[in-house]
């Protein structure tokens, strides 16, 4: 009787199985239908969301939020000064973490994946990885203590007649560019690992010393892989809010500006909000053209 | 074919306990299309590698037009090489791939042009200048990468195997090509390959290597008719050797000897025609048909000796169907062959 019963059931998976066999259009929606409703609901949905709500107001004595369709915050976006100001500051923080990590991770990743012995390679590649699996605030408030008066900074540079930074805007760059370092020297290393050695000969093989071989052929090549990295530093930087809060001082990035006004006005924080999106959006645009999506 | 366009002197090479390279002198004159023929692990490509500079030697000498380049970084060599791989730098174009040794040498845009053009057309690529690599076919890829190392007119071009990648037809028809391009630039090239058909059929010269040693130096006819050691008469062409009892019984003498199958011709045990001829210039020896292989133009039969041992025929199919030839197997035959073409093998 079990028995039966379980050729059964498996009679039953197995019709089902060859149905879904000779159907392959209703066996990937039904793979897909999750992650896309997903997709679809949550996530372009909310962005949605955050745009329509960017052309509401707020009623400026209660705070509630007023549906009512105006262009009032985008006005007041484009002729505030300070508005302005903390966007194109934000951008250059963005744009100064990303350069710094590029000059950074280049000779970083050079040495992980042409110059250590290639039993070592791994291993160095988890060492640059590590710190992501530490807590971001931990690695934060390190740097505040770093930047401290009289901290880590002040100490190393005493002898040189110099100080640190301090807290203000080169501390959240500084502090910016350590944390998202490994986003930009994996995608690197990995180019420069698959850089065929060949190439390198062909190019010595011509005539090419190092210096030309490593204008023409190697940096060319993986150039892409930089921009790909940047796209993590870039974005990763524009929508920070708590590195400069913690070691910017009185500092201000339209992170902050977004979160200050989630009580009071939500739909100017929804305005403020599309700024970074628009600009990523741009940039993703820009970097498309150094063929470095292709390469993520 | 006077002066010489590469020496080596004693040349080695180990990587770790390995020996790749044990000892080579070698002469190649100028102008001269020689191969470096060998099994892989023979350390031919090793030895181009050295000429090339990408290996540096354990120890010996490399001379290149009599002036001592040992110790000379590849950009320092006159020499340009045709990679296995085509290793062509895939973020630029055809014209840019070509004219890369050229603009590494400063010379002025409009002249690297014309010379890359120039170069292309020598490969039959014209019009192919704006092109990636990725765009290309292999055989295509296979002239850019010929073009892009002969446009800095080297004194020496090294290739590595530069045909292995491509299918049997384009193969034949590159050999061709790259024959009568070495006539036409009258670059020494030195060619690197296991295929012993290739070596024949374009070099001027042969090396014949195995596990890190030179076996022998010779014309393509002396390779194939006079093989030096054992190696040699079984690397090149189909092995038919003759060694110890079997070789006292059918040439007379010990020792090891070496016969090319279509040589040997094959008729009935019985046969009049074949027996009679004129005795003393000729070698017989009986045996039965083991196996018979139709290769289409030709029937290849494995016969194994009453003396012991087991020589290949190879027959022309003038006359014969392939029906004809299979029903030769197991039936008892007697091989002719003219006792010239009995090549005593010296080790």
């Known amino acids: 009787m079990t028995v039966e019963a379980q050729t059964a059931g498996r009679g039953t998976v197995r019709r089902l199985a060859g149905a879904l066999h000779r159907r392959p259009r209703l066996r990937l929606g039904l793979l897909l ?3 896309l409703l997903w997709l679809a609901v949550l996530y372009l949905g909310s962005l949605a969301v955050l745009f329509v709500s960017a052309f509401w107001t707020t009623n400026s004595f209660t705070s509630e939020v007023v549906k009512v369709w105006s262009t009032d915050n985008f006005h007041e976006l484009f002729t505030t000064p300070v508005y302005r100001q903390v966007i194109l500051r934000s951008v250059g923080v963005a744009l100064a973490v990303s350069l710094l990590c590029a000059v950074i991770a280049f000779p970083l990743a050079f040495y992980t994946a042409r110059v250590a012995r290639p039993k070592w390679r791994p291993l160095l590649v988890v060492a640059i990885l590590t710190p ?4 971001y605030l931990v690695k934060v408030y390190a740097w505040r203590l770093i930047l401290s008066e009289g901290g880590l900074a002040d100490w190393m540079l005493k002898p040189f007649g110099l100080s640190g930074p301090g807290y203000g805007l080169p501390a959240t760059v500084l502090t910016l560019t350590y944390l998202w370092l490994p986003y930009m020297v994996l995608p690197i290393h990995t180019a420069l690992e698959q850089l065929p050695a060949n190439l390198l000969d062909a190019s010595a093989d011509l005539g090419a010393r190092g210096w030309r071989t490593f204008r023409s052929v190697v940096l060319p090549m993986v150039l892409p892989s930089v921009a790909a990295g940047s796209i993590f530093t870039f974005s990763l930087s524009l929508g920070d809010y708590i590195t400069v809060q913690i070691v910017g001082g009185k500092t201000q990035l339209i992170g902050n500006l977004v979160y200050s006004n989630i009580e009071l006005n939500l739909p100017m924080a929804a305005t403020l909000a599309t700024v970074p999106v628009a600009v990523i959006v741009l940039y993703l645009l820009a970097m498309r053209r150094t063929g470095a999506l292709s390469s993520l | 074919m006077e002066g010489s366009a590469i020496r080596l002197h004693d040349l080695r090479k180990s990587f770790g306990e390995t020996t790749a390279v044990a000892g080579i002198d070698l002469e190649i004159r100028d102008g001269e299309f020689f191969s470096l023929l060998g099994p892989s692990g023979s350390g031919k490509t090793t030895v181009l590698r050295m000429i090339a500079g990408f290996e540096t030697p354990t120890g010996g000498r490399i001379e290149l037009a009599g002036q001592d380049v040992t110790g000379l970084a590849p950009f320092e060599r006159d020499v340009h090489t045709v990679f296995q791989d085509y290793a062509l730098f895939p973020h630029m174009t055809v014209e840019q791939n070509v004219a890369y040794a050229l603009k590494v040498r400063k010379v002025p845009k409009a002249e690297r042009l014309v010379r890359a053009r120039k170069a292309l057309a020598e490969v039959r690529l014209d019009g192919y200048g704006k092109r990636r690599p990725g765009q290309l076919s292999g055989g295509q890829r296979q002239r850019v990468a010929l073009a892009r190392a002969l446009v800095g007119r080297p004194r020496v071009l090294l290739l590595d195997e530069p ?7 384009l193969r034949e028809q590159m050999q061709v090509e790259l024959k009568a391009l070495q006539r036409e630039v009258g670059i020494t090239f030195v060619f690197v390959t296991h295929d012993q058909e290739e070596a024949l059929t374009m070099s001027d010269r042969i090396a014949v290597f195995d596990q890190g040693r030179l076996e022998q130096v010779g014309t393509p006819a002396e390779i194939y008719e006079r093989p030096v050691t054992s190696f040699v008469a079984s690397f090149v ?15 007379g003498t010990h020792g090891t000897f070496s016969v090319r199958p279509e040589k040997i011709r094959i008729a009935e045990e019985s046969a009049e025609e074949l027996t009679d001829a004129d005795g003393p210039e000729h070698t017989t020896a009986v045996g039965t048909v083991a196996e018979v292989v139709y290769l289409g133009d030709s029937t290849r039969f494995l016969v194994d000796l009453d003396a012991g041992g087991r020589l290949t025929a190879l027959q022309q199919n003038l006359e014969t169907s392939a029906e004809d030839v299979a029903a030769y197997r197991g ?3 007697r091989l002719r062959w003219q006792r010239r073409h009995t090549v005593h093998v010296p080790d």
Do not use: F, I, Y
């Open chain 1, 33 to 35: 239908t999750a992650p």
């Open chain 1, 132 to 135: 992501l699996w530490a807590s």
């Open chain 2, 163 to 169: 045909l292995g990648a491509l299918d049997l037809k």
């Open chain 2, 237 to 251: 062409g189909t092995s038919n050797l003759l060694v110890g009892e079997a070789a006292q019984r059918v040439v």
């Open chain 2, 331 to 333: 039936t008892r035959v």
